[in-house]
């Protein structure tokens, strides 16, 4: 089956520093990734497109320039979160389109504390 | 806009039973809805697709259904078991591999 792994699981931070956060498709190629963010006890929503090669694509209200997002290669995308503030605590979430199979594979998730 | 409901938020029930999760969505331009099933502090594991051509998709255990002229969906788990117990997510794909999540329905089932 499809495998999407996330890295770091968690992590904790000071409020003012950048936390990077990787999502990779182990064992299939994915030119298009989703970042996704996830409140205790609420749904997933969606954060931003992430395009291998070219710029990603944001959701109407998230700050581009506080989550930067970079798609490296067909099996990468990293999130930053840039000069992170406690309200940036969240469990974030990627994603992995997989072309053959017209579904996405998500990731185990990363939680950020930020404090 | 699209908006993704799902009823009931929690639901609990004795082991064997079988139960109905529901979805409705308002906006029936969709090209596929899909449900997942996400355990606590984990990430989402997929449990069926369906195509918005298609009518069901059946895995096991779990049925899916897709009226998308009336924009509901549910997902039918026969003969429940404990290991079944987690938050169930319906999510609609609006287009571009887009997904609108619900808010999910927390399951429990009781041995």
């Known amino acids: 089956g499809a495998v999407v792994s996330q890295h770091p699981s968690w992590v904790i931070c000071k409020s003012g520093t950048s936390v990077k956060i990787e999502c990779r498709s182990l064992?299939?190629?994915?030119?298009?990734m989703f970042w996704y963010r996830q409140f205790p006890k609420q749904s997933l929503m969606l954060m931003a497109t992430s395009n291998e090669g070219s710029k990603a694509t944001y959701e109407q209200g998230v700050e581009k320039d506080k989550f930067l997002i970079n798609h490296a290669s067909l099996t990468l995308s990293t999130l930053t979160v840039t000069s992170a503030h406690p309200e940036d605590s969240s469990f974030y979430i990627c994603s992995a389109y997989r072309d053959s199979t017209y579904e996405q594979y998500f990731g185990p998730g990363t939680r950020l504390t930020v404090t | 806009k699209q908006e993704v409901t799902q009823i009931p938020a929690a639901l609990s029930v004795p082991e064997g039973e079988n139960l109905v999760l529901n979805c409705s969505f308002t906006?029936?331009?969709?090209?596929?809805l899909q449900w997942f099933r996400q355990d606590p502090g984990k990430g989402l594991t997929s449990l069926l697709l369906?195509?918005?051509?298609?009518r069901e998709q059946t895995s096991g255990r779990l049925n899916a259904s897709l009226d998308k002229s009336s924009g509901r969906s549910t997902l039918y788990i026969a003969a429940s078991q404990p290991g079944d117990s987690a938050t169930y997510l319906c999510a609609v794909n609006r287009g571009a591999q887009k997904l609108v999540f619900g808010q999910g329905t927390r399951l429990t089932i009781n041995p």
């Open positions: 064992d299939f190629q994915a030119t298009t």
């Open positions: 906006d029936s331009a969709i090209y596929n």
């Open positions: 369906i195509q918005s051509s298609q």
